[in-house]
T-cell receptor, first 115, second 117 residues
Framework: GAVVSQHPSRVICKSGTSVKIECRSL??????MFWYRQFPKQSLMLMAT?????????EQGVEKDKFLINHASLTLSTLTVTSAHPEDSSFYIC???????????FGPGTRLTVT | AQSVTQLGSHVSVSEGALVLLRCNYS??????LFWYVQYPNQGLQLLLK??????LVKGINGFEAEFKKSETSFHLTKPSAHMSDAAEYFC???????????????FGSGTQLTVLP
Protein backbone atom coordinates (compact mmCIF):
# COMPACT_ATOMS: atom_id res chain seq x y z
CA GLY A 1 0.00 0.00 0.00
CA ALA A 2 0.83 3.74 0.01
CA VAL A 3 2.13 3.95 -3.53
CA VAL A 4 2.82 7.25 -5.24
CA SER A 5 3.46 7.46 -8.96
CA GLN A 6 4.88 10.22 -11.10
CA HIS A 7 4.54 10.77 -14.80
CA PRO A 8 6.59 11.16 -16.85
CA SER A 9 9.72 9.65 -15.38
CA ARG A 10 11.90 11.56 -17.80
CA VAL A 11 11.12 14.52 -20.04
CA ILE A 12 13.17 16.64 -22.37
CA CYS A 13 11.75 19.94 -23.53
CA LYS A 14 12.94 22.98 -25.41
CA SER A 15 13.67 26.25 -23.69
CA GLY A 16 10.58 28.45 -23.51
CA THR A 17 8.06 25.62 -23.50
CA SER A 18 6.01 24.38 -20.57
CA VAL A 19 5.97 20.89 -19.12
CA LYS A 20 3.52 19.25 -16.75
CA ILE A 21 4.44 16.60 -14.20
CA GLU A 22 1.76 14.48 -12.56
CA CYS A 23 1.86 13.00 -9.08
CA ARG A 24 -0.74 10.41 -8.13
CA SER A 25 -1.49 8.55 -4.93
CA LEU A 26 -2.61 5.14 -6.15
CA UNK A 27 -4.15 3.54 -3.10
CA UNK A 28 -4.88 6.30 -0.60
CA UNK A 29 -6.32 9.78 -0.44
CA UNK A 30 -3.63 12.41 -0.21
CA UNK A 31 -4.88 15.50 1.56
CA UNK A 32 -1.43 17.04 1.30
CA MET A 33 1.15 16.74 -1.43
CA PHE A 34 4.64 18.12 -1.49
CA TRP A 35 6.91 19.00 -4.40
CA TYR A 36 10.67 18.81 -4.02
CA ARG A 37 13.55 19.64 -6.30
CA GLN A 38 16.86 17.85 -6.18
CA PHE A 39 20.05 18.95 -7.92
CA PRO A 40 22.74 16.38 -8.64
CA LYS A 41 24.54 15.14 -5.56
CA GLN A 42 22.40 17.37 -3.35
CA SER A 43 19.53 17.00 -0.92
CA LEU A 44 15.85 17.53 -1.54
CA MET A 45 14.62 21.09 -1.33
CA LEU A 46 10.94 21.65 -0.64
CA MET A 47 9.36 23.82 -3.31
CA ALA A 48 5.76 23.91 -2.22
CA THR A 49 3.05 22.26 -0.17
CA UNK A 50 -0.39 21.75 -1.62
CA UNK A 51 -3.60 20.82 0.14
CA UNK A 52 -6.46 19.42 -1.87
CA UNK A 53 -8.81 22.11 -3.06
CA UNK A 54 -6.71 25.06 -1.95
CA UNK A 55 -3.81 27.11 -3.23
CA UNK A 56 -0.32 25.79 -2.79
CA UNK A 57 2.04 27.30 -0.25
CA UNK A 58 5.38 28.06 -1.84
CA GLU A 59 8.71 28.14 -0.08
CA GLN A 60 10.73 31.32 -0.06
CA GLY A 61 12.52 31.88 -3.32
CA VAL A 62 10.27 29.63 -5.40
CA GLU A 63 8.46 31.51 -8.17
CA LYS A 64 4.81 30.61 -7.98
CA ASP A 65 4.12 31.93 -11.48
CA LYS A 66 6.82 29.70 -12.89
CA PHE A 67 6.03 26.55 -10.97
CA LEU A 68 2.27 26.14 -11.11
CA ILE A 69 0.86 23.57 -8.72
CA ASN A 70 -2.65 22.21 -8.86
CA HIS A 71 -4.11 19.74 -6.37
CA ALA A 72 -7.60 19.34 -7.74
CA SER A 73 -8.38 15.92 -6.29
CA LEU A 74 -7.35 13.72 -3.40
CA THR A 75 -5.26 11.54 -5.67
CA LEU A 76 -3.69 13.95 -8.14
CA SER A 77 -1.37 16.93 -8.00
CA THR A 78 0.36 18.50 -10.97
CA LEU A 79 3.43 20.67 -11.26
CA THR A 80 3.71 22.75 -14.41
CA VAL A 81 7.04 24.34 -15.18
CA THR A 82 6.21 27.31 -17.38
CA SER A 83 8.58 28.87 -19.88
CA ALA A 84 11.26 26.39 -18.92
CA HIS A 85 14.92 27.33 -19.07
CA PRO A 86 18.02 25.15 -18.86
CA GLU A 87 18.50 26.14 -15.22
CA ASP A 88 15.15 24.46 -14.46
CA SER A 89 16.70 21.12 -15.38
CA SER A 90 16.55 19.02 -12.27
CA PHE A 91 15.05 15.96 -10.59
CA TYR A 92 11.56 16.72 -9.31
CA ILE A 93 10.09 14.48 -6.60
CA CYS A 94 6.61 14.58 -5.15
CA UNK A 95 5.35 13.09 -1.93
CA UNK A 96 1.90 12.58 -0.52
CA UNK A 97 0.44 12.36 2.96
CA UNK A 98 -2.89 11.23 4.32
CA UNK A 99 -4.85 13.25 6.86
CA UNK A 100 -3.77 12.53 10.41
CA UNK A 101 -0.68 10.59 9.30
CA UNK A 102 2.82 11.97 9.66
CA UNK A 103 4.56 9.86 7.07
CA UNK A 104 5.10 11.10 3.54
CA UNK A 105 5.19 8.62 0.69
CA PHE A 106 7.49 9.56 -2.15
CA GLY A 107 7.10 9.20 -5.86
CA PRO A 108 9.91 7.85 -8.05
CA GLY A 109 10.83 11.29 -9.38
CA THR A 110 10.85 13.01 -12.77
CA ARG A 111 14.06 13.95 -14.53
CA LEU A 112 13.51 17.21 -16.43
CA THR A 113 16.04 18.32 -19.01
CA VAL A 114 15.57 21.65 -20.73
CA THR A 115 17.59 22.11 -23.90
CA ALA B 1 12.68 25.81 13.20
CA GLN B 2 14.24 22.52 12.25
CA SER B 3 17.55 21.46 10.81
CA VAL B 4 19.47 18.29 10.15
CA THR B 5 23.20 17.78 9.94
CA GLN B 6 24.65 14.65 8.41
CA LEU B 7 28.33 14.31 9.18
CA GLY B 8 30.26 12.89 6.27
CA SER B 9 28.99 13.34 2.75
CA HIS B 10 30.75 10.13 1.75
CA VAL B 11 31.26 6.98 3.81
CA SER B 12 33.06 3.87 2.58
CA VAL B 13 32.95 0.52 4.32
CA SER B 14 34.04 -2.95 3.40
CA GLU B 15 31.44 -5.60 2.73
CA GLY B 16 30.56 -7.22 6.05
CA ALA B 17 31.73 -4.26 8.11
CA LEU B 18 29.63 -2.08 10.39
CA VAL B 19 27.77 0.78 8.79
CA LEU B 20 27.41 3.98 10.82
CA LEU B 21 25.83 7.07 9.28
CA ARG B 22 25.58 10.07 11.55
CA CYS B 23 22.64 12.43 11.92
CA ASN B 24 22.16 15.27 14.35
CA TYR B 25 19.05 17.41 14.43
CA SER B 26 17.63 20.52 15.96
CA UNK B 27 13.94 21.09 16.46
CA UNK B 28 11.82 23.55 18.41
CA UNK B 29 9.20 20.86 18.98
CA UNK B 30 9.48 17.15 19.84
CA UNK B 31 10.83 15.65 16.64
CA UNK B 32 9.79 12.84 14.44
CA LEU B 33 12.89 11.45 12.73
CA PHE B 34 13.30 9.49 9.53
CA TRP B 35 15.97 7.79 7.48
CA TYR B 36 15.44 7.40 3.75
CA VAL B 37 17.49 5.63 1.09
CA GLN B 38 17.74 6.77 -2.51
CA TYR B 39 19.12 4.73 -5.37
CA PRO B 40 20.25 6.54 -8.55
CA ASN B 41 17.43 8.22 -10.45
CA GLN B 42 14.83 6.96 -8.03
CA GLY B 43 12.64 8.43 -5.34
CA LEU B 44 13.09 7.98 -1.63
CA GLN B 45 12.35 4.80 0.25
CA LEU B 46 11.68 4.91 3.97
CA LEU B 47 14.15 2.84 5.97
CA LEU B 48 12.82 3.58 9.44
CA LYS B 49 11.26 6.24 11.59
CA UNK B 50 11.05 7.39 15.18
CA UNK B 51 7.91 9.07 16.43
CA UNK B 52 7.39 8.23 20.10
CA UNK B 53 8.08 5.32 22.42
CA UNK B 54 11.06 3.02 22.09
CA UNK B 55 14.14 4.97 21.17
CA LEU B 56 15.80 2.12 19.28
CA VAL B 57 13.92 1.59 16.05
CA LYS B 58 14.45 -1.17 13.57
CA GLY B 59 13.88 -0.76 9.89
CA ILE B 60 14.09 -2.63 6.65
CA ASN B 61 17.18 -4.35 5.27
CA GLY B 62 18.72 -4.81 8.71
CA PHE B 63 19.09 -1.12 9.51
CA GLU B 64 18.36 0.40 12.89
CA ALA B 65 18.70 3.81 14.52
CA GLU B 66 18.64 5.11 18.05
CA PHE B 67 17.04 8.37 19.10
CA LYS B 68 19.19 10.07 21.72
CA LYS B 69 17.50 13.21 22.93
CA SER B 70 20.43 14.30 25.12
CA GLU B 71 22.73 14.17 22.11
CA THR B 72 20.11 15.32 19.59
CA SER B 73 21.21 12.44 17.42
CA PHE B 74 19.61 9.74 15.32
CA HIS B 75 22.49 7.73 13.89
CA LEU B 76 21.81 4.91 11.43
CA THR B 77 23.60 1.59 11.82
CA LYS B 78 23.77 -1.81 10.22
CA PRO B 79 25.97 -4.56 11.67
CA SER B 80 27.15 -5.98 8.35
CA ALA B 81 27.23 -4.05 5.08
CA HIS B 82 26.08 -5.63 1.85
CA MET B 83 26.97 -4.53 -1.64
CA SER B 84 23.32 -3.70 -2.25
CA ASP B 85 23.44 -1.10 0.55
CA ALA B 86 25.45 1.26 -1.65
CA ALA B 87 23.18 4.29 -2.09
CA GLU B 88 22.48 7.81 -0.86
CA TYR B 89 21.01 8.07 2.62
CA PHE B 90 19.02 11.01 3.94
CA CYS B 91 18.10 11.82 7.51
CA UNK B 92 15.00 13.97 7.94
CA UNK B 93 13.10 15.63 10.78
CA UNK B 94 9.62 16.93 11.21
CA UNK B 95 7.52 18.16 14.08
CA UNK B 96 4.68 16.15 15.50
CA UNK B 97 1.19 15.91 14.11
CA UNK B 98 -0.01 19.10 15.77
CA UNK B 99 3.01 21.26 15.16
CA UNK B 100 1.67 23.23 12.22
CA UNK B 101 4.31 24.32 9.76
CA UNK B 102 6.87 22.26 11.61
CA UNK B 103 5.23 19.22 10.07
CA UNK B 104 7.25 19.78 6.92
CA UNK B 105 10.11 17.37 6.39
CA UNK B 106 13.54 18.94 6.59
CA PHE B 107 16.27 16.85 5.01
CA GLY B 108 19.93 16.56 5.74
CA SER B 109 22.44 16.96 2.94
CA GLY B 110 22.77 13.23 2.46
CA THR B 111 25.51 10.63 2.84
CA GLN B 112 26.71 8.55 -0.06
CA LEU B 113 27.53 5.05 1.16
CA THR B 114 30.04 3.03 -0.82
CA VAL B 115 30.52 -0.65 -0.03
CA LEU B 116 33.88 -2.07 -1.02
CA PRO B 117 34.25 -5.74 -1.95
Amino acid sequence: GAVVSQHPSRVICKSGTSVKIECRSLDFQATTMFWYRQFPKQSLMLMATSNEGSKATYEQGVEKDKFLINHASLTLSTLTVTSAHPEDSSFYICSARQAGVMEQYFGPGTRLTVT
Amino acid sequence: AQSVTQLGSHVSVSEGALVLLRCNYSSSVPPYLFWYVQYPNQGLQLLLKYTTGATLVKGINGFEAEFKKSETSFHLTKPSAHMSDAAEYFCAVTGGISSGSARQLTFGSGTQLTVLP
